[in-house]
Every structure is written in C-alpha cells, then in structure tokens.
C-alpha cells in the first residue's frame, strides 16, 4: 500500500436538481484513520457521503480511492471495490433475519496492494463486536429498536469487508447506551485496520472516536485540523456547530 490517501476527494461540487449544495469539498482519509465530518443540520455532512459514494446525478469535482479514480462510477462498483456506505436511514430488510441481513452484505476478503490481508469480517466476529446481534440472530429486522437495526446496518456493510466505512450520523436518534457501544466499535473497528468518515454533529462522540475533523458550514469546509485542536477551539465550535 502506498502512503496516499486511501479515499481523497477535490473540489467537490453536488447538487440536487437545480440547488447547488456542496462548493468544492476537500478532504481525504488515510489508512488506519477515523474522520469525522461535522456540522449542523443542513450543512451538507450527509450529501458529501453520497456524493463520495456516487449516489448522486449531479456532481462535479474528483474522487480517488486507492489510489484509483472513481470520479463517475456507479454505486454497486464503488462498494466492490472495498467502500463501505452506511446509511442515516437504516436500510435494513425487516421481513430478513439478523443472520439473513448480514449474508446479503457479504463479499469476499480482500488484501491491501502489498499482499497483506485487509480486515475480514464473519457473522461470529460481528456478533463478538455487536453482542446484541448475537443474542437474537434469529430475529427479523423489523422486530429490532432502532439502535439494534443500527447496528445491524453496520455490521452488514462490515460483511463486504470494507478498507474504509462511511458512517452517517451513527449517534443520531439512538439511545445513549447505544451512543456509547457505536464508540466502542468504531474504536474497535479503527484497531482492526479500518477507515471511518463519519458524518456527525455529537461533538462528544466525534470526540471520543476521531483522530481529525473537518467542519463544514453551507456546503463549504470552514475548518480542519485534529480532533484535540478542534475540541479546544471554542471560537469554531461556537460559530458552527453549536446549535
């Protein structure tokens, strides 16, 4: 593996229809690293993760992952190629299983460019990091709290043995022992050896989690630095992400 980035966009635009809603967006995310997008609601955290992973019609600008150019390909051959979508939403099949969710995600393992084998994940390995899955892996997913069915979508994208994990808004309407477990895993996961950009405005969970911030504000990154410098500078905190 090469020291580049693993995931690196430049001038990023989107829109939706005619409302033009991300201005030239950089960032990039390197191996071993968790990243969090912050911002208020309407900032624009969640459009640039569907924007990386080709979601949307209109966009402009350039995306590399692996050092390969997936400016302009489809969604399903991103995510083959090792990039993992986690959604706000919670896309799980409700009339499936818990086993049933995470076999439709599963994919082959996968090797870094240097031969050496990336993070593989199996149903038994995701129950050690997810033990309430483990105790219903029976259950269908409509029958799950919000939280479970979370984690459940995780620890699906986690089946196709992703390099790197886009994360959106993971704190975001569960309950905070819940708040607290997806911390533990995305710490877990980061030790594992796998990438995380997450969208989220819980400054106390980016905190715990991420290693660099970026701070967007209409569209625009505003700020970027360490997780540390951004939790201590209060003049960027306040003027946004401070609600």
């Known amino acids: 593996m090469n020291n580049g980035p693993l995931l690196q966009a430049k001038a990023l635009n989107a829109w939706y229809g005619a409302a033009h809603?991300?201005?030239?967006?950089?960032?990039?995310?390197?191996?071993?690293?968790?990243?969090?997008?912050?911002?208020?609601?309407?900032?624009?955290?969640?459009?640039?993760?569907?924007?990386?992973?080709?979601?949307?019609?209109?966009?402009?600008?350039?995306?590399?992952?692996?050092?390969?150019?997936?400016?302009?390909?489809?969604?399903?051959?991103?995510?083959?190629?090792?990039?993992?979508?986690?959604?706000?939403?919670?896309?799980?099949?409700?009339?499936?299983?818990?086993?049933?969710?995470?076999?439709?995600?599963?994919?082959?393992?996968?090797?870094?460019?240097?031969?050496?084998?990336?993070?593989?994940?199996?149903?038994?390995?995701?129950?050690k990091l997810f033990p309430n899955l483990g105790e219903m892996p029976d259950r269908p997913g409509g029958r799950m709290s919000g939280g479970e069915q979370q984690m459940l979508t995780v620890a699906r994208t986690l089946m196709g043995n992703p390099y790197l994990v886009l994360l959106d808004e993971p704190s975001e309407g569960v309950a905070p022992v819940i708040v607290e477990q997806m911390a533990q895993m995305i710490v877990e996961l980061k030790s594992q050896g796998v990438s995380i950009l997450l969208s989220e405005q819980n400054m106390h969970f980016a905190e715990l989690v991420s290693d660099r911030a970026y701070v967007l504000e209409k569209g625009q990154i505003r700020y970027q630095a360490t997780m540390a410098e951004l939790a201590r500078n209060e003049d960027v905190r306040r003027a946004y992400l401070s609600v």
Not at 30 to 52: D, P
Not at 68 to 80: F, K, S, Y
Not at 115 to 121: H, I, M, R, T, V
Request: aromatic share 6%; net charge neutral.
């Open 21 to 127: 809603i991300l201005f030239d967006v950089d960032l990039e995310v390197r191996r071993g690293e968790v990243v969090a997008l912050m911002g208020r609601n309407g900032a624009g955290k969640s459009t640039t993760l569907k924007a990386l992973m080709g979601l949307l019609e209109r966009q402009r600008g350039s995306i590399h992952f692996l050092g390969r150019d997936i400016t302009g390909a489809e969604p399903h051959q991103i995510a083959r190629l090792g990039l993992g979508y986690v959604p706000e939403d919670r896309r799980i099949f409700s009339d499936l299983t818990v086993t049933e969710n995470l076999e439709v995600g599963r994919q082959p393992p996968r090797h870094w460019s240097d031969g050496s084998a990336a993070p593989c994940w199996t149903p038994e390995r995701l129950f």
